[in-house]
């Protein structure tokens, strides 16, 4: 249950330099590559001759090799040599509309006629050099509406999370959640208290001291399919905080790009954007390997919860008001799902 | 295919020492956990906020708290108290009948109103200080009927430990078996014979000759839904046997608790209680081993044992009569089962 | 979809020396072992006794003796004796047919009446002592159909054997496929071209330069159920080739004994018979150890593109003048097995 017209981050670059990358995505089985003049393609992981993965293959001359027989697949998915063959009225393999843009590759996995790449929101922090970003990919066996979920309900970094970013006062702080089109926003305010350990490092990191009384601010932001951007920070106690001045805070975007590999998997690209020190590599390491540290901290508890729902279908969960982000977007996720269906098409087509 | 309306053993205080611990038994999943003064407690693990698994929390005050957003828990599974939020109209989870006893802590996974702890047996060994007891755990992939089959027909001794406990005049005495009441005895005794290894140990450990001619006997006992308790020992040949005064013996009972996880699945407490040198922890810990590596040598013979089953359900199995103990048990087993189905209540109920 | 009434290699003789064989063939589970006076046998792997499966037992005086309770079981699949039993009314267990011939275990899945050991072909190099064999086995997860498509089709070698036995002329090199009977022939011949590393040390090892060009060829001979020969070999260019005097060439047959276990995986035994310098045993481990790693860099290739498949079962494959060898023993292979359902042996037997 996902929606396939949408951008999905599929991969880094890093990921297919040098060779294919086989990867799943929204229950599709494909590869993705760098042919010529720098294009990024995406195809169906099959080739039509013998089945094949051709992920396992090579790129030669920007061309897809297969690894098996040596057939040239092109970007479109139309096989354009083989040794010794006439190729003509081979069929085609699927390709799928894929795009390079803020430092990831995006692929739509649904109606290739629908895919705008205007479509993608503008990442002010991915173009701008005054930003830093540092980030890494997870592998977790979980619908990715939970880990929407999650990130939309930071309540449980006080638990998950105690020995880093959770505190107390997280708890204390009640959230407030609005809807605004197809956005949805959480945002959670806590005054004049104690920075936990990874925003002290981080006030430091920014020049700041790190034993006074901070404000704190965390602000979910989710959009379809399944983005997640948070805003998080700590000021220098009664200076505005979250409109506090930037001498007296220290502040980034969490990035969340959730891509479904199937109903219960997901490829989860998590990272940091800052605008201090952009050119501080090693802060930058530092930052990502922490956050690495803490938000492996979530994986067994979506696995399990997912085992757990998988056992009880029926069971009804809570919806209380720190649910009230996933909620919200879940209900949004459910509209473009119905939208999709063949029927809901129909419809609009004869509206 | 195993009663519910029964004591089994969940686990051993060791394991919920500090933390709390999750464990399927007869298919349901279970926290348990050291609630206030001492009192265990075993509930459903799920918590009715999102279906996260309590056992991945931790215990504060006597309460169990969610790991994932801090929802508290009280024993009886009602929930307690959480962050910020009312929780009067939050729903129950099952708690299950607990009883720590004997150094175990035993759960009721049926009906709680026929939980009645005095159903669980006396155990002489477990509170007598002339008796020393020293045990472990195995996980094992096969049902439950499968070991106890293996402890009712010890004539396995001789091939799965031929070289510790085995001993080729096992297979000659022919066992007897007798049914009384819900209890199933089978026993074998041998005459005259030359102690197998374990045995010279032990007659060492307890200050006997481990050179000389043995009586050597196996009484097994069944009870429901699924104790073996198995008198075991070796006197000097022509004292009397089992019935020998205890300076010609070594003795001792093997326990046996199995715990059904699943169908095919079992949690397997096994462990030896005896009755000489209570105070010598160095030949607790002995006996601990040497027992342990001889029951690891059944894992594989049940596990494989499980999947050729499996594969060939309709097949019928031979009944000899060294299956008789394995055989009368299933019967009882069969009818405990059958009381407990919804039909079968509803004529008790009208009766 | 697998032949039954056909001799497969179930495994060699160092497999079952000193201890029996568990392994499944054609879906059957079964176990080997060697009997009395050096025969050979292939029971179910099965007592009748509690199911347990007998390769876990040991042999003494020529009986199989279930590892469990002591069952003594006989070749034709009688139970001989069990300590304190009576035997004769036991249910026997089903008996394979099975030869040792040629350096391997052969055994016949199906009718029993119909095994007759002269249907195994005569392999020459096995019997003559100026040949050489030396050789491994694989466990492979796909059909056995698709590794003898990929046997049959060497192109492959070029792209999967890139470093060894690969060469871009393989895919120059049209090959040609005919069917004589229910043998299936494919054969691609090279002229002039410079022999790749593997052949390079095969023409050292045979005494000859290794940097001139050479003609090379590749016959695969196909016979049912699932045997692959490959006459293989290099001349130096001009003397004839295939046909060229000893003193020029470097030749061998690859041998490729595939077995299936079940739809989707494979017993996988490759070797390599040679005809020249047989006594020496340093060259049949080189050799042997260059296969090894040759043959291993099929298995991912084979295993992805099953699962493939799997996804897509009614997409068709191509079936290019490359894939004929493949294709006629599928023809085969389909005739023989609808010549073993029910409604076709009536039609035999009514005919």
Known sequence: MFPKNAWYVACTPDEIEGKPLGRQICGEKMVFYRANEGRVAA????????????????????????????LAMGCEGRTESM???????????????VVERYGFIWVWPGDAEQADPALI???????????????????IGCDYRLMIDNLMDLT???????????????????????VDGEEVITERHMEGVM????????????????????????????????HVLIEVGVA????????????????????????????????????????F??????LTDTIREGQGKIFAEDLEM???????????????????????????????????????????SALIASA
Chains 1, 2, 3 share one sequence.
């Open 195 to 226: 920075a936990p350990p990874f925003w002290r490092m981080a006030l430091r990191g920014n020049g700041l001291a790190d034993d006074v009384a901070v404000d704190r601010w965390q602000i979910c932001r989710f959009t379809p399919p399944s």
């Open 236 to 275: 220098h106690a009664g200076h505005g905080g979250y409109h506090a001045p930037a001498q007296h805070k220290a502040s980034s975007i969490v990035v969340d790009f959730i891509t479904p590999e199937s109903d219960t998997s997901i490829w989860y690209f998590w990272g940091m954007a800052r605008n």
């Open 302 to 344: 979506l696995e399990q919860q997912q085992q757990n729902l998988l056992r009880h279908p029926q069971r009804n969960l809570l919806k209380l008001n720190i649910d009230a982000g996933g909620v919200q977007a879940r209900r949004i996720l459910e509209r473009l799902v119905e939208a999709e269906r063949p029927g809901a």
């Open 277 to 282: 020190k952009p050119d501080d590599q090693a």
């Open 121 to 139: 929101h503008h990442l002010e922090w991915a173009e701008n050099p005054a930003w830093a970003y540092g980030g890494g990919l997870y592998h």
């Open 83 to 97: 040794p010794g063959q006439r190729v003509r009225g081979f069929p085609a393999i699927r390709s799928f509309p």
């Open 43 to 70: 195809l169906e992981d099959f080739c039509p001759h013998r089945g094949a993965p051709l992920s396992l293959g090579f790129v030669e001359n920007g061309r897809l090799i297969c690894g098996y027989h040596g």
């Open 156 to 178: 449980h970094e006080t638990y998950v999370h105690a020995s880093s970013i959770g505190q107390k006062e997280i708890d204390e702080a009640a959230p407030s959640t609005r």
